[in-house]
């Protein structure tokens, strides 16, 4: 099996993760450093990025893990690149397609193509500031607790049924990058528990609930 970009993807053992990341990767990394341990039961096989530049790319390359890019100014427009994104991702076979900083709008196109297998990490307590810029709005609002959540992708911003949330104290001194560095420390343990409990035990999704298991 070769990736559009000619890499050979090796035989993973456990669950088969794809990682879309648009930026630094350190959510990529948190996922890099748990699979190899056999008993995580899930292993990165492809890291697909929609910018060139993104850190995440280079985390996969020092990590032997396949990549792609696929950015929206190669396509004709937004549709014929959730077509292309998705056709990238299926190379790898995914058991699960994780978003890891990924800042770009699914289209349904997309989601059909993966149906109940895409996950997302938000720096934020879901419903609570859902969208690009979620620790900034829980900083300007003024709440005191913020924190993470892991929820399976619908058709909305943010919208999915939540699998999994982690609390973050918001102290009387933090601007949004000391926030959003403490929500991340949370958000790599919270990511790296939760995709793999849901790539060992399954999800079963009932309404708005969505249960590990
Ligand atoms: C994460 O906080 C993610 O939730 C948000 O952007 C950050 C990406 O971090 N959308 P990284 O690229 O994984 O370091």
Same mark, same amino acid.
């Given at each position: 099996?070769?990736?559009?970009?000619?890499?050979?993807?090796?035989?993973?053992?456990?669950?088969?993760?794809?990682?879309?990341?648009?930026?630094?990767?350190? =959510?990529?990394?948190?996922?890099?450093?748990?699979?190899?341990?056999? $008993?995580?039961?899930?292993?990165?096989?492809?890291?697909?990025?929609?910018? *060139?530049?993104?850190?995440?790319?280079?985390? $996969?390359? %020092?990590?032997?893990?396949?990549?792609?890019?696929?950015?929206?100014?190669?396509? #004709?427009?937004?549709?014929? +690149? =959730? !077509?292309?994104? $998705?056709?990238?991702?299926?190379?790898?076979? *995914?058991? +699960? !397609?994780?978003?890891?900083?990924?800042?770009? &709008?699914?289209?349904?196109?997309?989601?059909?193509?993966?149906?109940?297998?895409? !996950? =997302?990490?938000?720096?934020?307590?879901?419903?609570?500031? *859902?969208?690009?810029?979620?620790?900034?709005? $829980?900083?300007?609002?003024?709440?005191?607790?913020?924190?993470? @959540?892991?929820?399976?992708?619908? %058709?909305?911003? #943010?919208?999915?049924? &939540? &699998?999994?949330?982690? @609390?973050? *104290?918001?102290? #009387?001194?933090?601007?949004?990058?000391?926030?959003?560095?403490? &929500?991340?420390?949370?958000?790599?343990?919270?990511?790296?528990? @939760?995709?793999?409990?849901?790539?060992?035990e399954g999800l079963r999704v009932d309404g708005r609930r969505a249960l590990v298991g």
């Amino acid at each position: 099996m070769q990736t559009p970009s000619g890499h050979p993807v090796a035989p993973a053992p456990g669950a088969r993760l794809v990682v879309l990341a648009s930026g630094g990767g350190s =959510n990529l990394a948190a996922l890099l450093a748990a699979h190899d341990d056999g $008993a995580y039961g899930a292993r990165v096989v492809g890291v697909v990025s929609d910018k *060139p530049a993104a850190g995440a790319l280079d985390l $996969a390359r %020092d990590a032997g893990v396949a990549s792609v890019v696929v950015a929206p100014g190669d396509f #004709d427009d937004r549709a014929a +690149w =959730n !077509v292309g994104l $998705a056709d990238a991702v299926d190379v790898f076979r *995914p058991d +699960w !397609v994780v978003l890891a900083g990924f800042m770009r &709008i699914l289209a349904p196109s997309f989601l059909t193509r993966f149906p109940g297998r895409v !996950v =997302n990490t938000h720096p934020a307590l879901l419903p609570s500031f *859902p969208g690009a810029h979620g620790v900034r709005d $829980a900083l300007t609002y003024g709440v005191r607790v913020t924190g993470c @959540t892991v929820h399976v992708v619908d %058709d909305g911003v #943010d919208t999915g049924p &939540i &699998i999994a949330q982690a @609390t973050v *104290p918001v102290l #009387d001194d933090d601007d949004e990058s000391s926030l959003h560095e403490r &929500i991340k420390v949370a958000e790599r343990a919270l990511l790296v528990e @939760t995709v793999g409990r849901v790539a060992r035990e399954g999800l079963r999704v009932d309404g708005r609930r969505a249960l590990v298991g």
